[in-house]
């Protein structure tokens, strides 16, 4: 428990931070384009450029704006005959850590979305789309940001600790689910809308309180996530499913696609959190395995450095958080 808790880098704070590639049909020949890139704080950005093919040419220059450490552009171009079949290259992909989320809309309605990486930094403008690429790709991106996101891991990390027997666990993991799904599909869709930075950091305090209630079990105090564990799980699964939605929101969803791209966001954000259950389940077993063959002692201080950790880790988070207000 304690490795699992330790291993929670500040970097990795709860946040996608992929660059975004826009690319909107006006007419046979036009297309919008919006190009969102990361920053690197101070006003810097990554060098990562769009490069279209040769039959292409800006209809208007390039404005930027830098919001949210992150560099927004928008102009338009026009290409000779048209995009489909051309080669789109994110120049400077390859000499970084950064993937791209492209979505090109059609007069007509259709989409197509696609993640480029640093070893495949191009793609092909299909002329005819199909609703597998949408799924897949929003599907890793589901998986990517529940394992990138710390903060969400630490969380369940707690529950597993402070959580009793098999169905009690399955139950309150189950109301953390169905919660977060709401807000997550709420927030997608606009129906719900709260502001980024005071949801972050009430997702650290989240965190803290369930830690605090470790210790204060360990100390034979039951608190309430002891004595109604999927209650404060629903309630704050709300919290952390605006915390998803905000990382979806700013990627952004196909529009013809919405209820296909968000159903796998969450399904990836389902698969990925079961992925880390089962991980620490299986750190958990071999690491009681191990201790057991080599008869190693187990001090009655050592139940308070997984809780500590995690809780240290998420004031942290807190702090940061509220700086940014």
Not at 21 to 35: F, G, I, K, P, R
Not at 177 to 202: K, Q
Not at 246 to 270: D, H, K, R, W, Y
Request: with cysteine.
């Amino acid at each position: 428990m304690t490795l699992l808790a330790a291993l929670a880098p500040a970097a990795f704070a709860h946040e996608v931070r992929p660059a975004y590639l826009e690319l909107s049909q006006t007419d046979a020949e036009t297309y919008d384009v919006l190009w969102k890139v990361p920053g690197r704080g101070n006003d810097l950005r990554l060098g990562l450029y769009v490069e279209f093919a040769a039959n292409c040419e800006n209809a208007s220059e390039p404005r930027g704006v830098m919001i949210n450490n992150a560099l927004t552009e928008r102009w338009s171009v026009r290409c000779v005959g048209g995009l489909d079949g051309s080669t789109i290259h994110i120049a400077g992909l390859s000499s970084t850590m950064t993937d791209v989320l492209v979505r090109f809309a059609r007069l007509d309605g259709t989409t197509q979305v696609t993640r480029l990486r640093p070893s495949a930094p191009s793609f092909v403008v299909e002329a005819a789309p199909g609703t597998i690429q949408v799924a897949t790709t929003y599907l890793m991106l589901g998986v990517e940001h529940i394992l990138g996101g710390v903060d969400h891991l630490l969380f369940v990390l707690a529950l597993m600790i402070l959580v009793k027997g098999t169905r009690r666990l399955i139950a309150t993991v189950t109301a953390f689910t169905v919660a977060h799904s709401l807000t997550l599909a709420a927030a997608a869709l606009g129906f719900v809308h709260l502001p980024g930075p005071p949801v972050e950091a009430a997702i650290a305090l989240s965190i803290v309180f369930v830690a605090a209630e470790i210790i204060h079990s360990r100390q034979g105090k039951a608190g309430l996530t002891e004595k109604f564990p999927w209650i404060v799980a629903f309630i704050f699964g709300l919290l952390h499913g605006f915390g998803f939605a905000g990382a979806l929101v700013e990627i952004g969803l196909p529009q013809s696609s919405i209820p296909l791209a968000l159903l796998f966001f969450n399904l990836g954000v389902e698969i990925g959190q079961l992925l880390f259950i089962a991980a620490a389940l299986g750190i958990i077993w071999l690491a009681r395995k191990f201790a057991l063959s080599l008869k190693l002692p187990n001090p009655p201080w050592a139940w308070a450095i997984p809780p500590y950790v995690i809780g240290s880790v998420s004031v942290f988070f807190l702090i940061q958080r509220l700086v940014t207000f």
